[in-house]
């Protein structure tokens, strides 16, 4: 266990509809990413938030967003679904130990767009 | 931009030794990660190399040289649930602090009896 989790697990729903995946990062860890991992992407990184603040982007779409609140948690919103953003949703965060050479993924979510 | 090159599959029996290579050509090099990830899961880290040489965790060691743009992942005592897609990840470090991972496309590694 990562100490990272990640709300919901599964998630199935239609193109053009939006979603909120949340996450919670390791009790003491500043840092949240997020990645998206499809069949034929491999792991993507999306973008990063230390306390608070965007820090990095990465490959992330326009149609979706992120932020991470006063109490670390961090949520990322996923609009006008299509197909193609079916994939596995992993949240990370570093920090704590080891500065930022470790990051630790939570389980992910599953996305289905039907 | 930023490429890493690494074996799509690797077999090997169990209780042998084997090496999974890594290329990367990025700016802004700050550090080369490895990730294990088995089907379904989450990636979980293995190591991480800021400089050159060699370190070594337990059953696990992984190798850098900067000048070659080079890395490799070397597993020793090969069990069955080393079976599972193997990682390589380039740290950049971004103006303003960001810290940003490129992963490599995976290795999958079958320990075969």
């Known amino acids: 266990d990562s100490g990272v989790t990640q709300t919901p697990k599964h998630l199935i729903t239609a193109t053009g509809q939006r979603v909120t995946l949340r996450c919670s990062p390791r009790?003491?860890?500043?840092?949240v990413y997020w990645y998206q991992q499809s069949l034929d992407q491999g792991l993507q990184f999306l973008i990063q938030?230390?306390?608070?603040?965007?820090?990095a982007k990465g490959n992330i779409l326009e149609r979706f967003s992120a932020q991470q609140f006063p109490d670390l948690h961090s949520e990322l919103n996923l609009s006008s679904l299509e197909l193609g953003d079916s994939a596995l949703y992993f949240c990370?965060?570093?920090?704590?130990?080891?500065?930022?050479?470790?990051?630790?993924f939570g389980p992910g979510t599953r996305l289905t767009v039907l | 931009g930023q490429s890493l090159e690494q074996p799509s599959e690797v077999t090997a029996v169990e209780g042998a030794i084997v090496q999974i290579n890594c290329t990367y050509q990025?700016?802004?090099?700050?550090?080369l990660s490895w990730y294990q990830q088995h089907d379904g899961g989450a990636p979980t880290f293995l190591s991480y190399?800021?400089?050159?040489g060699l370190e070594e965790t337990g059953r696990f060691s992984s190798f850098l040289s900067r000048s070659d743009s080079y890395g490799y992942l070397l597993l020793q005592e090969l069990q069955m649930k080393d079976s599972a897609s193997y990682f390589c990840?380039?740290?950049?470090?971004?103006?303003?602090?960001?810290?940003?991972?490129?992963f490599g496309t995976g290795t999958q590694l079958k320990v075969e009896l």
């Open positions: 990370a965060s570093s920090g704590r130990d080891r500065g930022h050479n470790e990051q630790f």
């Open positions: 009790s003491g860890d500043l840092s």
């Open positions: 938030y230390y306390n608070g603040e965007e820090r």
């Open positions: 990025t700016s802004g090099f700050y550090g």
């Open positions: 190399n800021a400089l050159d």
């Open positions: 990840a380039v740290r950049r470090e971004l103006t303003g602090g960001g810290n940003k991972l490129t």
